[in-house]
């Protein structure tokens, strides 16, 4: 075991591949723990093929879920940003389009969050409006939103969100959910939300718990001056949710 420089610890991952902090508070939200490996004396045969092992015939484990394969069946080394595998790593069929297809999250949307978009802002049901620039922190955990003030919404404390489009009513995409994020997938085959559609994302509203409060609050953002940049940073965020809610489903 080792340390970081701040105290955090560090411990060997399932895999023994990677050394990852004790204490998964520091995670990016989007991450997925790594998987317990099927252990060798449990597998025989290739779980995709049914192939028996031999001498010749060797098995592998899919990086990413965790199941043993023959070479055919899991010879694909693709990036997995997700589990902090800094190279490619060897990776089942399935779990390889997962992976690529998420890659377009990691190399566009998730530097459209970074770099943030400007958005008027309203505070719970107050009368009172800020022009404030969002984006998502370095460290992925937090919405930071900057004016004449600053405040921060931790995403593991989102409990809702509501994307808000041109031509369409408020609610229309409300999620109800007020205890976990699972209706963020409502959203994802949704035609209201595209970089190329005919409705173009106009707003959001977050319901979320701050910090050592039980109740919950909301705030509303809604498009200011380059509308363009913001409508690409809530198509982000939308793709955003699907992440977040996978992390905290496995």
Not at 16 to 21: D, E, I
Not at 42 to 64: G, L, N, S, V, Y
Not at 201 to 228: I, T
Request: glycine share 6%; hydrophobic share 35%.
């Amino acid at each position: 075991m080792s340390a970081l420089p701040d105290g955090k610890k560090l411990v060997r991952s399932p895999s023994g591949l990677r050394m990852v902090p004790e204490n998964g508070a520091f995670n990016s939200p989007f991450s997925l723990d790594e998987p317990q490996w099927v252990p060798d004396k449990e597998c025989q045969r290739c779980m995709q093929c049914d192939t028996k092992f031999d001498f010749i015939r060797r098995k592998h484990h899919c990086r990413r879920c965790g199941r043993c394969f023959c070479d055919k069946c899991c010879s694909k080394k693709v990036v997995l940003p997700r589990m902090c595998f800094v190279d490619p790593v060897r990776q089942c069929a399935e779990c390889c389009l997962l992976s690529q297809k998420e890659m377009e999250f990691y190399d566009k949307q998730l530097k459209v969050l970074l770099g943030g978009g400007a958005f008027v802002v309203t505070l719970g049901t107050s009368d009172k409006s800020e022009t404030m620039t969002c984006r998502l922190s370095n460290n992925h955990r937090y919405l930071f939103l900057d004016g004449e003030s600053h405040f921060e919404v931790e995403l593991s404390r989102i409990s809702s969100m509501q994307i808000l489009t041109d031509g369409t009513s408020p609610g229309a995409l409300l999620l109800h959910s007020e205890s976990d994020i699972h209706t963020y997938t409502s959203l994802l085959d949704s035609h209201y939300i595209s970089e190329g559609g005919t409705s173009r994302a106009s707003g959001m509203m977050l319901h979320y718990k701050p910090m050592g409060c039980q109740d919950s609050q909301h705030l509303r953002m809604e498009a200011v001056d380059d509308k363009k940049v913001a409508s690409l940073w809530l198509a982000a965020m939308h793709k955003a949710a699907k992440l977040l809610y996978e992390a905290r489903d496995q």
